[in-house]
């Protein structure tokens, strides 16, 4: 399915594409010649192949002692005749070499009616020794490239010589395969593919997408790409096509060694992967607002999404993902996905997928690539978070100290609880949340606040308690609530902190009032409420009316 997904791609973009069989290519001298074939000069462009201008010129891998030329363009001793140097050997190795560059062209002049082929023709017959004899060739190197023009017309982009080119690739593929079967994309009788025709990198590595180069992948004789047969124009289409993605920034998204490549089978007005990797937060409430829809109105947008999670392995491609939707269905869950990690009542902060994913570990170089894969799967395709992700985002508030719960980790938490079904859980402070768990957050920030306030201790005693507190809760919140009442005193007959001293002592009770007992021990989503309740708390306090004078609300009571 996926094969036959990127050659409906292929057929979309074809015209943003390199032709098939050909590639851009440093060609250091343009060959001048006239309408009438004769030889008017060499053109430099670069005073090496690297610095050379780009044309787009057929190619093919080629390789041995005796390489078959390109279509036109090609290095001088091949188009020219020009010797590497006065050796015999050389001399007669370019003078073969030639000959066969003469034949392949006058093949395609052949089947290719056009003025600058014909004046092409002529040069090859009469014209060469003209352009041997010009300066330009003591300065031509072996590896450099030649492209012919005439009057100004450059064979190579003419669209009925890169068709020959094609048509004879895909021919000469044929004649090459050893099985003539059903195409398992096209479904056509066909002679399959050995190799593949396309060359496919993901990152430093060079892959392919069927390929049996392990004994244990063959059977019945089979070798290479037979074990999955395709036939050469569909290997050559879904692999330009993966090609495109791979090199096009809006189609891809690399994500430590896992690269996602996506497209649509409509117009390309969706990239929720890059919204996802990096949010923009006008963007991201644009889409919260807006209709998820892209087709107009009374029409029902049918257009899908694609997307694929790719890695190497040695020299094959491996598919670890395969994601597939309307375009509305993705727009739905990625603005549902940043719905949930809404946090507070001022203005929403998003999260990219790195910034989640890294709040369950001490540095990013600790970071499973399975972890990243996890949420931009959920987030595309709305599927159940695994509680594992609590586990460790809840082991690493224990080991932090004084940033247990950060931002990003607080809208992890949440995301988790809630695509398990947490209903209850929203943005801003709940004072009225049924789990005592999440109280017990609250009331451990209450505490530290107070602490602060009284003594500004060096170590808080989220510091030295939190990783007790978030675990089993009665072990310890008895002797801070005694610890906080001697703090809760002094802050009382102090004139400037009397008012704070009042609104935490209406914060505990409020709290208390929640709680019946404290819970000897606390599962793994427990410590995550447990974590919120502590986080919210805190946000409250710095999104409310928080004024020092006992007539003042409590800021919790105020959010």
């Known amino acids: 399915m996926i094969l036959e997904r990127l050659c409906d791609f292929h057929d979309r973009i074809r015209e943003e594409l390199i032709p098939s069989y050909h590639k851009e290519q440093g060609c250091r001298w343009i060959l001048e010649l006239g309408e009438n074939g004769r030889f008017q000069d060499f053109t430099e462009t670069g005073q090496t192949k690297r610095s050379a201008t ?17 279509l036109i363009v090609d290095k001088p001793a091949y188009v020219l005749g020009l010797p590497r140097n006065e050796k015999e050997k050389w001399k007669e190795k370019a003078a073969q070499r030639h000959e066969n560059y003469k034949e392949l062209a006058k093949e395609c002049i052949e089947v290719v009616d056009h003025p600058a082929l014909d004046a092409f023709r002529q040069f090859l017959d009469a014209h060469v020794d ?34 020959f080119w094609i048509k004879r690739q895909d021919a000469e593929a044929a004649e090459k395969s050893t099985l003539t079967t059903e195409c398992t994309v096209c479904g056509k009788t066909r002679p399959v593919i050995r190799t593949e025709p396309v060359e496919l990198r993901l990152g430093p590595n060079r892959v392919n997408v069927i390929t049996g180069n392990e004994k244990a992948f063959l059977s019945h004789g089979l070798k290479q790409s037979e074990i999955a047969p395709v036939c050469q124009p569909c290997a050559r289409m879904y692999g330009e096509a993966l090609s495109y993605l791979l090199d096009q920034d809006r189609h891809h998204l690399r994500l430590a060694d896992v690269t996602w490549v996506y497209w649509t089978d409509g117009p390309d007005t969706v990239d929720p992967m890059s919204m996802l990797s990096d949010p923009e937060p006008r963007e991201v409430e644009s889409l919260l607002r807006g209709p998820r829809s892209s087709a107009p109105p009374g029409e029902i947008d049918t257009d899908r999404f694609y997307a694929a999670a790719l890695s190497s392995n040695i020299s094959r491609l491996a598919v670890r993902s395969w994601v597939t939707a309307t375009v509305e269905e993705i727009q739905q869950n990625v603005a549902d996905y940043f719905e949930r990690m809404r946090l507070g ?33 959920h987030a595309l395709t709305g599927r159940t978070l695994p509680l594992s992700l609590l586990h460790r985002a809840t082991r690493r508030a224990r080991a932090d100290g004084e940033n247990t719960i950060t931002h990003p980790r607080a809208a992890l938490l949440k995301l988790v609880l809630l695509s398990n079904d947490a ?13 005592p768990a999440y109280h017990c957050g609250r009331l451990l920030a209450v505490l530290e606040d107070i602490q602060r306030r009284a003594i500004d201790p060096n170590t808080t005693l989220v510091d030295r308690y939190y990783g007790t507190a978030s675990t089993a809760p009665a072990s310890v919140f008895g002797n801070l609530l005694r610890t906080a009442q001697s703090h809760l005193g002094k802050l009382r007959r102090s004139d400037s902190d009397r008012g704070f001293g009042v609104n935490r002592q209406k914060e505990l009770g409020e709290i208390m009032s929640k709680l019946d007992d404290f819970p000897n021990t606390l599962s793994a989503q427990q410590q995550a409420l447990f974590g919120l309740g502590y986080y919210q708390q805190r946000q409250a306090r710095f999104e409310g009316n928080d004024e020092n004078t006992p007539d003042a609300e409590p800021a919790a009571a105020a959010a």
């Open 423 to 435: 209903a209850s859980i929203t943005p801003m402070l709940n004072p009225d949340h049924d789990s």
């Open 345 to 377: 009542t001022r203005e929403a902060r998003y999260h990219g997928l790195y910034a989640l994913a890294g709040s369950t570990v001490r540095e990013l170089d600790d970071l499973p690539p399975q972890t990243v894969e996890t949420l931009l799967s």
């Open 130 to 163: 003209d352009a041997l004899a010009a300066p330009a060739t003591d300065d031509m190197k072996k590896g450099d490239l030649i492209i012919p023009r005439v009057g100004g017309t450059l064979l190579t982009q003419l669209p009925e010589v890169q068709q």
């Open 54 to 70: 780009n044309f787009v010129a057929p190619y093919r891998r080629r390789s041995g002692r005796t390489p078959p030329p390109y």
